[in-house]
């Protein structure tokens, strides 16, 4: 598996899109530091992704996330594949039992599939939106990333590229 994290905010990203000839579309836009974070995993084979909305990026929300993935694959092993940010190499980080993380080269993010879900996210979920709140911004979010964990053919053909799936 595969594994990063993303931060969503309440700042509209505001992008082209279409409307009908003589109309103009209004995109409403906001800057509002308020933000969650989404942690991901997703397995290269099969097109899983699991997912879990967090409220920071540090260890300790990094241990919750790996606890949660070793309780979903119980009869796995589980080799997780991350980036070396500062929390994830945290001496008080412990994966379970049937995890071994294994770490990316260092400024390597285009080897991270996970990266390509983050965009997929952006790109279809949250372009042109403001968001009342946080917590309105946090049930998009899941709603989104329900959409994308029910649907592991689609994510399948965003993540398996071929280097890593030649090497299995």
């Not at 598996?1 to 990203?13: K, L, N, V």
């Not at 995109?27 to 942690?39: D, L």
């Not at 992704?49 to 409220?55: M, T, Y």
């Not at 029910?150 to 965003?158: C, I, M």
Request: charged share 20%; hydrophobic share 40%; with cysteine.
């Amino acid at each position: 598996m595969f594994q990063d994290e993303a931060r969503f905010g309440r700042i509209s990203d505001t992008r082209a899109c279409w409307c009908p000839k003589p109309f103009r579309p209004i995109c409403q836009a906001r800057v509002s530091h308020q933000y969650v974070y989404a942690y991901g995993a997703v397995s290269v084979t099969d097109g899983q992704l699991d997912s879990l909305i967090l409220p920071h990026v540090n260890g300790v929300c990094m241990q919750v996330f790996l606890d949660e993935i070793g309780a979903r694959y119980l009869d796995g092993r589980i080799v997780m594949v991350i980036n070396g940010a500062g929390w994830h190499k945290n001496q008080s980080l412990i994966p379970p039992a049937h995890m071994l993380l294994l770490f990316l080269p260092p400024y390597s993010p285009e080897l991270n599939p996970m990266e390509h879900i983050w965009d997929e996210l952006r790109e279809k979920w949250f372009h042109n939106n403001v968001f009342s709140s946080i917590d309105a911004l946090e049930q998009h979010l899941e709603s989104a990333l329900l959409t994308l964990e029910n649907d592991p053919a689609r994510v399948k053909s965003t993540v398996a590229w071929p280097w890593i799936i030649n090497t299995l």
